[in-house]
């Protein structure tokens, strides 16, 4: 049965993955961040804890998750300075990072989600932030164009990461599920894709618009997820935290646009 599950969440994981850039390539530019920063690995990985478990332990990792998207946001800042000396220096020093990170916080883990957002998120990707604005920043950045590569990479490391937050779930806690949920997978093809299509010079103006609105969609919903789940059932629950959200990431992108 489990192995039936982790087929089924790598290929719903993958395609749902491809589903969200085909979209993403359809809208304005200025959408498109946007459209690739809604949490949908996140949110599908907290589905299939509740599918394959259930909904009481989605909590549980959720808690987790607004203290691993810091780890996520110290992988971009590391990639961004690391990378400007090449590309295996960027992900071999990114990589180290996430897993330092990940190994302290299964050490050390939230109490609870306000320890999780305002201990240990909020204050990690705020300073990754401000380090990453010192960085040389490429204000001509163009967009990338998704071509049918592209949208399978991402796919197939998006089910992939799925498919590893219901094993690791099922076998070692729901902590471990929920560290691995917000594994930077979109992050990693990014930059990979910026890097091959334009080098080393536009890494940092790619890492940095990764931050906002991002990092607050990903604590929010994480947050917000945690009480839906159990409320609403795994399919409701689910669906909840994008009423919140989805609004958010519209006010803020006609903010930035006045």
């Not at 957002?117 to 164009?145: C, D, H, R």
Request: proline share 5%; glycine share 6%.
């Amino acid at each position: 049965m489990l192995t039936f599950q982790i087929i089924i969440s790598f290929i719903i994981g993958g395609l749902f993955i491809s589903l969200q850039t085909l979209f993403a390539e359809r809208v304005p530019l200025k959408w498109r961040g946007i459209m690739l920063s809604i949490p949908s690995t996140m949110a599908l990985g907290l589905f299939f804890i509740g599918l394959t478990k259930s909904a009481a332990d989605v909590p549980q990792a959720a808690k987790m998750m607004p203290a691993t998207m810091a780890a996520s946001y110290l992988f971009v800042l590391a990639f961004a300075y690391f990378s400007q000396k090449n590309l295996f220096s960027g992900f071999f020093a990114s990589f180290a990072v996430w897993a330092t990170c990940a190994v302290l916080l299964l050490k050390f883990p939230p109490a609870n989600l306000i320890t999780s957002v305002f201990l240990y998120g909020m204050p990690a990707t705020l300073i990754a932030y401000w380090l990453i604005s010192k960085l040389k920043q490429n204000t001509a950045l163009i967009a990338v164009p998704l071509t049918k590569r592209i949208i399978f990479v991402r796919s197939i490391i998006g089910g992939t990461i799925i498919a590893l937050t219901v094993i690791l779930a099922k076998t070692l806690g729901n902590s471990w599920g929920g560290l691995f949920a917000t594994f930077p997978a979109a992050f990693t093809s990014t930059f990979l894709i910026y890097y091959l299509a334009h080098g080393k010079q536009v890494i940092a103006s790619v890492g940095k618009s990764t931050f906002f609105p991002g990092a607050i969609g990903f604590s929010l919903y994480a947050v917000l997820a945690a009480f839906a789940f159990p409320k609403f059932g795994i399919w409701i629950g689910v669906l909840v935290p994008y009423i919140i959200i989805i609004p958010f990431y519209y006010f803020y992108t006609q903010l930035r646009t006045k």
